[in-house]
């Protein structure tokens, strides 16, 4: 069965240090899909990024980047320049291949404090 | 637009009084879930619906009933809620088959049972 771990609880920085949140996933499809939610303190899920198992290229969106690496399992997010409405709960979360099933890890949250 | 509406947002209600959270989309989506969003534990799926009259449990049914007559709503049902049930939940929404896509999630409900 499919597992995705975000070690880190809590992340507190000052606006302008960059900050990477740690995603580790388990799966055993050779096909599946990656993703990252940010959820703000008004509580919605927004949706930022989709990666599928064959494209292991990083991705940089202004100041998000996201490095996917199958060697280490790992998919991690990247805030370059962290402002503070960057502040909120962000989630990892797998889904194997064509099964509608989506997993989520337990979520960061990132404090950028003023 | 395109969207998965849940009511109500808020919701405060007393031990044992049963209540019903609505959840409608209007995507023409087969797969439709339910989760719940606890500190620390991240999402966690409650029941899916791969279709109309096609349901099944998730991680953490227990507590919980849903239908789904039609198949754009997919009411979640509390017979007799109880403490535990506090949490802030979810209903979302995929084509089946197209777990790569992720879902569509609704505002989400956040529910306080006393």
């Known amino acids: 069965a499919q597992k995705v771990t975000q070690a880190q609880t809590e992340i507190s920085v000052v606006e302008k240090e960059d900050v990477t949140l740690d995603c580790v996933y388990e799966?055993?499809?050779?096909?599946?899909?990656l993703f990252w939610y940010k959820q703000p303190p008004s509580g919605e899920l927004v949706f930022l990024i989709r990666r599928n198992s064959f494209d292991e290229q990083n991705e940089i969106s202004g100041r998000y980047s996201w490095n996917f690496q199958k060697s280490t399992s790992s998919f991690n997010f990247t805030i370059t320049a962290s402002q503070v409405v960057d502040s909120a709960v962000y989630f990892c979360a797998l889904s194997e291949s064509d099964n509608n099933d989506m997993r989520f890890g337990a979520g960061t949250r990132l404090t950028v404090k003023p | 637009e395109a969207q998965v509406t849940q009511n109500p947002r808020y919701l405060i209600t007393v031990t044992g009084k049963k209540l019903t959270v609505t959840c409608s989309q209007n995507?023409?989506?087969?797969?439709m879930s339910w989760y719940r969003q606890d500190p620390g534990l991240g999402l966690r799926q409650i029941y899916y619906s791969m279709n109309v009259e096609v349901t099944d449990k998730g991680d953490v049914p227990e507590g919980y009933k849903v239908s789904r007559k039609e198949k754009r709503n997919f009411p979640l049902i509390l017979e007799s809620p109880s403490p535990n049930q506090t949490s802030l939940y979810f209903c979302?929404?995929?084509?089946?088959?197209?777990?790569?896509?992720?879902?569509?999630f609704g505002s989400g409900t956040r529910l306080t049972v006393v």
């Open positions: 799966t055993r499809d050779t096909t599946y899909y």
């Open positions: 979302a929404s995929s084509s089946l088959g197209t777990g790569g896509y992720g879902y569509t």
């Open positions: 995507m023409n989506h087969e797969y």
